[in-house]
């Protein structure tokens, strides 16, 4: 029996929710030919539905195609949410486009109670990342491209037709007798996706190929959960966590392979600091490879004899100022005997002439200048991982548990 394409789409979403569950879904639909087909496949399989679509208000023609997805779920009566998305001017307009239609279906989906959205990308979708990768001298995480299953945002985002050639799809809405739009900008050659998408061509007599490209894909997606095992048995064997900072032995660190420990220091980077982004590659090289302490990503990397420390750089909060109930810096909660107009920030160098029992802590002077401190104005009134409590005690996120 030939493979159909509602087979793929199961394989697709297979292992996703336990055996008799199927809750309902969201999917997010522009009115393209992909994510046309996605709906549709969808609904021909019974899965409950619920759509969304985003006018981002950069194209004239938006409208009209949001309104060929509002017709069709008007025909099978599935409900249907437009969300608009503005453009405050800042960064490239793609990009932030992009993360604003991320930003505005994740909370479309927790405000309804949906834990899954579905996305139409493709095989070619897929290939032409991997490409596009290649070109910025992508490692494995990179070439992993995009996931099937991913969980960000707060939700958990499907793409079940990641093996689907885009094609494919066109020929089942037309066998369908669906309309869907064709995006223009999916032509304009100045974009990155459309010159992968001619390079794929130009590559053919290599042999290079959409199916080629989307299996070293599933190979670095595979490469890189074995390196994912590899790093959590580097971390339980080496680090530990102390008062927000993250303390690495080196007698297990140093044996272990180099893609490994960069892995780890990075990791231990983005937990100290709160970014979301990597810090970059051969910066890290560099502050490995130093036996002084560096300054990287908003944080200090301190090599010692049997350890490195990563600890938060004063520098990048000595700024940061917040309400007493508020989280200071992203990730410490101070409690203890309130009162109106407390603040947290760091304890710095005016804050650490006041505590004379600092070093009781164990921790470098540099760690220490960077914690959380409670102050009514220029006063400091406690500094609890400074030898200096006054009744408050200083609270950090889990730190193993959320360190992946
Ligand atoms: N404006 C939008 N509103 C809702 N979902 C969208 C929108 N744009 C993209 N998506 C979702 O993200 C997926 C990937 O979008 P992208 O623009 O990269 O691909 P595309 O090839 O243009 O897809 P499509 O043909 O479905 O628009 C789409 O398949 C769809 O699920």
Not at 52 to 80: D, K
Not at 94 to 106: M, P, Y
């Amino acid at each position: 029996m030939p493979v159909t394409l509602q087979d793929r789409l199961a394989k697709g979403l297979a292992g996703v929710f336990p055996e008799n569950e199927r809750p309902r879904i969201g999917v997010a639909v522009s009115g393209g030919g992909d994510s046309m087909a996605l709906l549709d496949l969808l609904r021909v399989a019974g899965t409950e539905l619920a759509v969304v679509s985003v006018n981002h208000g950069l194209r004239a023609e938006a409208a009209e195609e949001i309104a060929l997805v509002a017709e069709y779920c008007a025909r099978f009566g599935i409900g249907h949410e437009v969300l608009a998305w503005g453009w405050d001017g800042r960064g490239s307009v793609q990009t932030a486009a992009r993360d604003g239609r991320r930003a505005l279906i994740s909370d479309w989906a927790k405000r309804r109670g949906i834990g899954h959205v579905a996305l139409g990308h493709t095989a070619d979708d897929q290939a032409e990342t991997v490409l596009m990768r290649l070109g910025r001298g992508s490692g494995v995480d990179g070439l992993a491209a995009m996931a099937p299953i991913l969980a960000r945002d707060g939700i958990v985002w499907l793409r079940p037709l990641l093996d689907v050639r885009r094609a494919e799809l066109r020929d089942h809405l037309r066998q369908a007798g669906l309309v869907w739009a064709d995006d223009p900008s999916n032509e304009d050659p100045a974009y990155d996706r459309i010159k992968a998408r001619r390079a794929l061509e130009v590559l053919a007599p290599l042999g290079v190929s959409v199916e080629r490209l989307t299996r070293t894909a599933e190979h670095m997606a595979r490469a890189r959960a074995a390196l994912d095992y590899a790093e959590r048995q580097l971390v339980a064997e080496a680090v530990t966590f102390d008062a927000g900072d993250v303390v690495i032995a080196l007698a297990a660190f140093d044996a272990a392979p180099e893609e490994l420990r960069t892995r780890v220091v990075a990791r231990a980077l983005n937990w100290v600091s709160g970014q979301v982004y990597k810090p970059r590659f051969d910066a890290l090289q560099v502050a490995l490879a130093s036996d002084k302490t560096t300054a990287l990503h908003g944080c200090l990397v301190i090599r010692k004899a049997q350890t490195l420390r990563i600890t938060r750089e004063w520098a990048a909060v000595a700024g940061v100022r917040c309400d007493i109930t508020a989280a200071w810096d992203g990730r410490w909660r101070l409690d203890g005997p309130g009162q109106a107009g407390l603040e947290i920030a760091a304890l710095g160098e005016a804050g650490i002439a006041e505590c004379p029992d600092w070093r009781t802590t164990g921790r470098p002077r540099v760690s220490v200048l960077a914690s959380p401190a409670v102050w009514l104005g220029a006063r400091l009134v406690a500094a609890p991982l400074a030898g200096r409590a006054e009744g408050w005690t200083a609270r950090i996120r889990a730190g193993r548990a959320d360190f992946f």
